[in-house]
């Protein structure tokens, strides 16, 4: 090999400058991946809830705001009770929830064996994904009135709804999650005497499990968009009812109210399935 | 067993992996390959497990022609073939429980080879848990427990510290010799090739092929002071130059 000083008395680096040098700012609490300190995340934390609520309470006591257009948290809190006590929010939250149970019950129990499908044959591969990938971008609001037209305006096209808004995307996440199994995992399977049948359960599934119920709970969150959207049509309870029929009204402390419980609920799937996944992905941490 | 490879050549597209391979392994047999990366080392293991099947020749098993994997001939790769969400000892039963023996009989099994491979201590642990000497342990029980004709081990120390390397050299030449298994081995590791193997074998480059081979008459009961004799090192530095030289000459020698 011959190199840039291979047989040379002098070495021409001699005349150049020294590099300039950078030096590092100390560090702070916006470092590129870096824990800060406990007591500042709190703060945050506490700051980025205090914040708006403050300014709430603020500007609906200082009146700059009518009523009508944004209550006080206290009307909210007694439109809220007013609504518990009645029994009609249970009413309203059962029926949302069965919808969603069921529109995206069924989605999940079509996209999560489709998606392994995808994720594991090739043939499975070529034959959805092109059609799924398309399909996912049309809008699932834009298919209400065609949903309507074809299954009439009671319970059906709304659990068809929440099951077009979120099949798709469900498919697709869990076929990514499934491809990743390391290949070599699959391969040393085979070596130990399992079938296709037994790799598939007892290796691609498992291995799986923990990326496909993240797949589930970012798509559980499209679906409670989704079932409030649909019930904004024509229905005869629900949140979404709520929420339209409190607008005929003018009832926005009631409008505020089911938002919230919107909110509460999601939240509440949220951090269960987040529990779920924890459990289930414990190998990985 | 013997495990007979004749005339095997593999394409990958228009690349020449390997060119006309012939490899006899017989029984109790240790056998190393040595050859450089790409020489297709890997390639030549993943026919042998049958994942992979040759582009001309064949390779048998005891006369019957190898048509895909199975636990007659256990693999152990390089790093990361564990079952993460399985624990140490249900990494090993892995192969136990797909042939439906009963708990029992299991257990004893199990037993018997996380102590041979000395684990007993981490059979309750996850793959993350454990250091990279110990995962190779497991991969190697995890196969040996399925009793196979022929144990596949392809780099199974390369990313591995020295100490921890020699340790399991160690461990691997006594399981050899406990169990009576065959072992083919591939390594671009000249000095380990000839510490383990009874046999030597140096692949050349582009296309992969034989080049040499090499016994090792070495004792069997070997320690690692063999590594400082003058048979070993003299060993060692001819089967060094052969691999050196092949590997200096690839792409511009076609037999
Ligand atoms: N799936 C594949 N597709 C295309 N080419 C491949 C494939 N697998 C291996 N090769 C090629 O075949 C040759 C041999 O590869 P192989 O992995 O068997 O080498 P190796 O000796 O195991 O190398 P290393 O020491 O780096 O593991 C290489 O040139 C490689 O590029
Ligand atoms: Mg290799």
């Avoid at chain 1, 009645?86 to 019950?105: M, N, Q």
């Avoid at chain 1, 409190?246 to 987040?274: E, N, P, S, W, Y």
């Avoid at chain 2, 392994?25 to 080392?41: N, Q, R, W, Y």
């Avoid at chain 2, 081990?153 to 065959?182: C, H, N, S, Y």
């Amino acid at each position: 090999m011959k190199t840039a000083l291979a047989g040379r008395t002098t070495d021409v680096r001699a005349a150049w400058p020294p590099l300039p040098r950078r030096t590092r700012p100390h560090r702070k609490v916006l470092t590129i991946r870096t824990p800060i300190p406990r007591r500042a995340a709190v703060v945050l934390t506490a700051l980025s809830l205090a914040v708006p609520l403050v300014s709430w309470v603020a500007l609906s006591a200082s009146g700059l705001v009518p009523a009508t257009f944004l209550p006080s948290p206290g009307a909210v809190l007694s439109a809220g009770w007013e609504m518990a006590r009645s029994g009609e929010l249970a009413v309203d939250v059962g029926t949302t929830t069965r919808r969603v149970l069921e529109g995206f019950g069924l989605a999940v129990l079509v996209s999560v064996p489709l998606g392994i499908l995808m994720g594991t044959f090739h043939a499975a591969q070529a034959a959805f994904e092109p059609v799924i990938g398309l399909l996912r971008y049309l809008p699932a609001s834009a298919f209400i009135p065609l949903l309507i037209i074809w299954l009439g305006l009671g319970e059906p096209s709304k659990i068809a709804i929440l099951f077009i808004g979120t099949v798709f995307f469900n498919t697709l996440m869990t076929a990514d999650a499934v491809r990743s199994v390391p290949r070599s995992l699959i391969d040393v399977s085979y070596t130990l005497g399992a079938r296709r049948g037994e790799v598939l359960r007892k290796v691609v599934v498992p291995h799986s499990l923990p990326g496909i119920i993240d797949a589930v709970r970012v798509n559980a969150a499209a679906a409670w968009n989704f079932v409030v959207v649909a019930e904004l049509v024509n229905s005869t309870a629900g949140l979404g009812y709520r929420i339209v029929r409190a607008q005929r009204f003018l009832q926005t402390d009631k409008i505020f109210a089911v938002l919230v419980v919107i909110g509460v609920i999601g939240l509440t799937i949220d951090v269960a399935l987040r529990l779920l996944r924890a459990r289930a992905g414990r190998w990985a941490a | 067993m013997t495990l007979a490879l004749t005339d095997v050549s593999k394409e990958y597209g228009r690349k020449l992996a390997l060119d006309g391979v012939n490899l006899t392994v017989t029984p109790g047999e240790f056998l190393c390959v040595v050859g450089a990366s790409g020489s297709g080392k890997s390639t030549l293991l993943s026919l042998v497990a049958g994942l992979a099947m040759p582009t001309a020749g064949q390779i048998t098993v005891d006369g019957h022609l190898i048509t895909g994997p199975g636990p007659d001939r256990g693999l152990v790769f390089q790093t990361g073939s564990l079952y993460p969400w399985r624990t140490v000892e249900r990494n090993v039963a892995f192969g136990l429980e797909l042939l439906g023996l009963d708990g029992a009989e299991r257990a004893r099994r199990i037993d018997w080879y996380l102590a041979e491979t000395g684990l007993a201590d981490v059979r309750r642990s996850l793959p993350r848990q454990l250091s990279g000497g110990q995962q190779q342990r497991v991969a190697i029980a995890r196969a040996l427990v399925c009793e196979p004709d022929v144990l596949l081990l392809d780099e199974p120390f390369g990313a591995l510290d020295v100490q921890t390397k020699e340790d399991m050299q160690l461990l691997i030449r006594q399981i050899w010799r406990d169990t009576g298994t065959t072992v083919l081995m591939v390594t671009h590791d000249v000095e380990e090739a000839v510490f383990l193997g009874t046999r030597v074998v140096v692949l050349a480059s582009d296309p992969g092929r034989i080049a040499a081979e090499t016994p090792i008459p070495l004792a069997d009961d070997r320690d690692l002071a063999i590594k400082r004799t003058s048979d070993f090192l003299r060993l060692r530095a001819s089967t060094e130059d052969m691999v050196r030289t092949w590997h200096r000459l690839r792409g511009e020698v076609t037999r």
